[in-house]
């Protein structure tokens, strides 16, 4: 089975821009979470959808917002970027969603915002 | 508040060491999960393991043990004869509550790093 696929896989954009990143779950995966790693803070938990629908919510701010799709891919979607998004944002997928099931983790996207 | 401590920021050792990784966790459920997670520098998370609360048994697998024990909040995670490939950041994190479905809350993770 493929694993979890992050597109694009490294991303610079300037300050006030929005940008998309897109996960692809293994397949038969129905939940996606997302998280963010910094040096500074590790890694946050920022949501988690199952069945198109948002699960669950870190403590972000409304500028970060995701979606997930009918074919249980997801996007996360970050408006006004700031300096202090520049992180790795990493996408887990699990067979359904809750903690009895292992997360597994795609490569990331490394955004840096200037 | 749940919370996760590895308090071993970086530790460096010569291959064919033992080495243990420490974590200490907090939580007021009674039912949680446990996971250790290894990140290597391509960046990817890579699943360890996953212990339940109830579940206090240590596990082994190949050079890989871990030690689980509830009356002190900890889940230590230790590297037999230890390899320049084990050379990563080690995550430990926690799973806790009905409602909160799969997040996890890791710890700030420790940098292994396996000298020739």
């Known amino acids: 089975k493929a694993g979890v696929t992050q597109t694009p896989r490294y991303l610079i954009k300037t300050r006030g821009q929005q940008v998309t990143l897109s996960c692809s779950p293994i397949s038969g995966h129905r939940s996606v979470s997302w998280y963010q790693q910094t040096p500074g803070q590790g890694l946050q938990f920022l949501f988690e959808y199952f069945s198109e629908t948002q699960r669950n919510k870190g403590n972000f701010p409304g500028r970060f917002s995701g979606r997930q799709f009918s074919n249980s891919r997801s996007e996360m979607n970050v408006s006004t970027l700031e300096l202090g998004d520049s992180a790795l944002y990493l996408c887990?997928?699990?067979?359904?969603?809750?903690?009895?099931?292992?997360?597994?983790f795609g490569p990331g996207t490394r955004l840096t915002v200037t | 508040a749940q919370k996760v401590t590895q308090a071993q920021t970086e530790i460096s050792v010569v291959e064919k060491e033992d080495v243990t990784l420490d974590c200490v966790y907090e939580t007021r459920d009674t039912t949680y999960y446990l996971f250790w997670y290894k990140q290597p520098p391509s960046g990817e998370l890579v699943f360890l393991i996953r212990r339940n609360s109830f579940d206090e048994q240590n596990e082994i697998s190949g050079r890989y043990s871990w030690n689980f024990q509830k009356s002190t909040s900890s889940f230590n995670f230790t590297i037999t004869a230890s390899q320049v490939v084990d050379s990563a950041v080690y995550f430990c994190?926690?799973?806790?509550?009905?409602?909160?479905?799969?997040?996890?809350?890791f710890g700030e993770g420790t940098q292994l790093t396996v000298n020739p």
């Open positions: 994190a926690l799973s806790e509550g009905e409602t909160s479905g799969s997040r996890l809350t």
């Open positions: 887990a997928s699990s067979p359904r969603q809750g903690r009895t099931y292992e997360q597994y």
